[in-house]
């Protein structure tokens, strides 16, 4: 079991920067795949970003490349996505993600991929 608490959310105008991050407790020992997620109203949940605890290679979404970083700090069991030159179509509700199967899959970007979800965290970006 792994509990995910997101928290950082909030308001910017494009351009912008916002940091999330996801605090983790549980069975975080094992290697596990930890990710951010993000839901428009009316769209599909797409995956943002992923990063194993193992090797710490992260994996990103073409649409946020260059703008968005994903880092682990396994000593605190947090997730944090640092997001830069923001649009107003990165805004979302923004989840944090975790699974516990070990590495991260090739199709990371599925939800249907991650056992546990935190409870989100709104993103708005205004023109």
């Known amino acids: 079991q792994v509990q995910l608490v997101e928290s950082g959310g909030g308001s910017v105008q494009a351009g912008g920067s916002l940091r999330l991050s996801c605090a983790a407790s549980g069975n975080t020992r094992s290697r596990i795949c930890m990710a951010w997620f993000r839901q428009a109203p009316g769209k599909e949940r797409e995956g943002v970003t992923a990063?194993?605890?193992?090797?710490?290679?992260?994996l990103y979404a073409d649409s946020v490349k260059g703008r968005f970083t994903v880092s682990l700090d396994n000593a605190k069991n947090t997730l944090t996505l640092q997001m830069n030159s923001l649009k107003p179509e990165d805004t979302a509700m923004y989840y944090c993600?975790?699974?516990?199967?070990?590495?991260?899959?090739?199709?990371?970007?599925?939800?249907?991929?991650?056992?546990?979800w935190g409870q989100g965290t709104q993103v708005t970006v205004s023109s």
């Open positions: 993600a975790a699974d516990l199967s070990g590495y991260c899959p090739l199709s990371w970007q599925m939800p249907t991929k991650f056992n546990y």
């Open positions: 990063i194993n605890t193992g090797v710490g290679i992260p």
